[in-house]
């Protein structure tokens, strides 16, 4: 008799008890008869499920792209790429960086066993080969990537010991055979293509103790030419750096996509204030010898104008030493003889560089607005700093179509003795230690893992930053309006000090991020409802996590336990292991009764 109330139920008071179970619950329930299968498939009852167990803020919206709420639950729980299939042995020590090919065929890693080994991408992962960089004096390699067309392999690397140089080289993936090799200071710039043929490198000359030059170099891939008269360098930008800062991690975002992205990000809920546009100090110089003489008489002329008016100085308060970063107010202060005591040297050369900034640096000829895109301009992304050595600013400077080229004069385009620096276009600082940056699949959004400064910390001395958070900040940037435009994401953590802090690459896809960490453990969340869905274990710090560019199913993690690991969704397991095409009815339910099997 009871059982016979339950059936008569009406479907109203049957949506309200489905409203107290859990989402499994739910679909074992689901199974009793169609009608109740019909109640359990409520797009109420899934939206309140949804939001219920993934502890999403109901303000967020459903993603643009589901059909449904049971299908959105579905996805998340389903299409994550966490179960490990494969564990890849070949490296000898720590595995540091991973990198796909555009086609997904094929992957390259980098370790410190001073190799780069290609693999075959097919359903149990084989290595196709391993290229030794030991006989060209490298520690070890550090960073790959492979061009747009995926006939050649960038892959850069760390010189000796003591070095701060390294050197880019360009393997031919047809026959595995070494095209050219770059050098490339400091090795940390990595380097990265601009297009099938042409690379960027990276030089720097000190200029002082505290100051330096930066020169960015655009380099042809094949440099066995026929003429002497064609180029295969040629400078692209000459930038100069304050406070011992100098250009890390260069990468090229495309900007033809910035109009259709993939994934906008732009509900309300989500916004968060906006990232300074304002000028960097631009200081920057070139391999030349007569451009760093040039460059010295410059600073040390400046540096005697300054002398010649200035009393001897020495900090008293707080509010004092926050005038370091408004140099043009410091110096007023200087001349009027409201400031007391002395300056040191690294202060006063910093001074001096931050005043000449503006005035000796090259502004662009062509008057088009930074806002304005130009077709066919990419955007050159790097990181920087002002206030001390730790890159702590995210710097982004236009390429336009015609300086895509090394035609023209090996040292770029004409400079007067006023006009001897690059301007950069934006800059953005996010207050804090930057350990890692990845663009998403569109080019639209900049994803930037920073490890915090303490609020309202004062930086006195750029040699001695202020200490780091544990805490790994994963910020998203939208590079079409130069603002943060999503909350903070937060899960994975980092230990070593400001003085060992070590870049840790993430990787994002089109619904997706992931990022490696110090906790032994990859990340992965959603982009659209900033969420972490999975935790991806090692034995040992997470270097580098890579999504396939054609199935966002299929990540790997490199670890500095040595080994590569192979994750993939639940549902490409299923697909894998299925002998034949399942019912449609077993397929509804197969992404639960799966996971309890």
Not at 56 to 75: L, T
Not at 284 to 300: H, N, P
Not at 373 to 384: A, C, D, H, N
Request: aromatic share 10%; glycine share 4%.
């Amino acid at each position: 008799m009871e059982c016979a109330t339950m059936y008569c139920l009406p479907d109203s008071i049957l949506y309200q008890i489905f409203l107290n179970l859990s989402y499994e619950e739910v679909l074992v329930v689901s199974q009793v008869c169609r009608r109740w299968y019909a109640v359990s498939r409520d797009e109420f009852l899934w939206k309140e499920l949804f939001y219920q167990y993934y502890r999403i803020d109901r303000c967020i919206p459903r993603h643009p792209a589901a059909v449904s709420w049971y299908e959105e639950f579905k996805r998340l729980y389903d299409t994550i790429p966490c179960v490990e299939v494969q564990t890849l042995k070949d490296h000898q020590d720590q595995v540091l960086h991973l990198s796909f090919s555009h086609t997904g065929y094929l992957f390259a890693s980098c370790s410190k066993d001073c190799t780069v080994k290609i693999w075959n991408n097919d359903l149990v992962i084989s290595l196709l080969h391993s290229c030794n960089m030991k006989p060209y004096s490298w520690r070890y390699t550090q960073f790959s990537q492979f061009n747009s067309d995926d006939t050649l392999l960038l892959v850069s690397g760390v010189f000796g010991l003591q070095s701060s140089s390294g050197e880019i080289a360009v393997i031919s993936l047809d026959d595995f055979s070494l095209l050219s090799r770059v050098r490339n200071k400091p090795y940390d710039v990595f380097g990265c293509w601009l297009d099938d043929t042409h690379l960027i490198s990276g030089n720097l000359h000190w200029i002082g103790s505290m100051t330096s030059c930066s020169v960015l170099w655009l380099n042809r891939a094949f440099q066995d030419i026929e003429s002497e008269d064609v180029n295969v360098v040629k400078r692209l930008f000459k930038l100069q750096n304050l406070n011992a800062s100098t250009i890390r991690t260069v990468m090229v975002a495309d900007c033809n996509q910035h109009n259709n992205p993939h994934l906008l990000l732009d509900y309300e809920s989500q916004l968060a204030s906006s990232a300074s546009t304002c000028r960097i100090f631009d200081l920057g110089s070139d391999s030349e010898d007569e451009d760093l003489r040039m460059c010295k008489e410059i600073t040390e002329s400046a540096r005697e104008d300054v002398a010649d008016d200035v009393k001897p100085l020495e900090w008293k308060t707080n509010e004092e030493m926050e005038m370091e970063n408004e140099p043009q107010q410091l110096l007023n202060g200087f001349l009027d003889d409201s400031l007391q005591p002395a300056m040191t040297e690294p202060q006063l050369e910093a001074t001096t560089a931050k005043l000449l900034v503006k005035s000796w640096s090259k502004v662009d000829s062509d008057e088009i607005p930074t806002s304005e895109i130009v077709e066919g301009q990419k955007y050159l992304i790097f990181t920087t700093g002002c206030l001390t050595y730790s890159p702590h600013q995210i710097g982004i400077k236009r390429i336009l179509p015609h300086q895509m080229t090394t035609l023209g004069p090996v040292l770029g385009e004409e400079r007067t003795s006023t006009e001897f620096f690059d301007r950069l276009d934006h800059t953005i600082d996010v207050h804090g230690h930057i350990i890692g940056m990845g663009l998403s699949p569109d080019h639209r959004y900049l994803y930037v893992n920073s490890r915090a400064w303490p609020k309202n910390c004062l930086i006195t001395d750029p040699l001695h930053p202020p200490p780091i958070a544990e805490e790994i900040d994963l910020h998203v940037f939208d590079l079409k309006t130069m603002c943060e435009v999503k909350r903070t994401l937060r899960a994975h953590k980092a230990y070593t000090p400001n003085d060992e802090c070590f870049f840790i690459f993430l990787d994002v896809s089109r619904d997706f991020v992931a990022s490696g960490a110090e906790d032994r453990h990859g990340y992965i969340w959603d982009r659209h409802y900033n969420i972490c869905l999975a935790k991806l274990q090692h034995g040992d710090v997470v270097n580098s996590v890579c999504f396939s560019p054609v199935d966002q199913e299929l990540l790997l993690t490199a670890s500095d336990d040595r080994t590569i690991k192979v994750w993939r969704s639940p549902r490409v397991l299923r697909i894998m292991h299925s002998k034949r095409p399942p019912k449609p009815r077993k397929l509804m339910f197969s992404w639960y009764l799966n996971q309890n099997s």
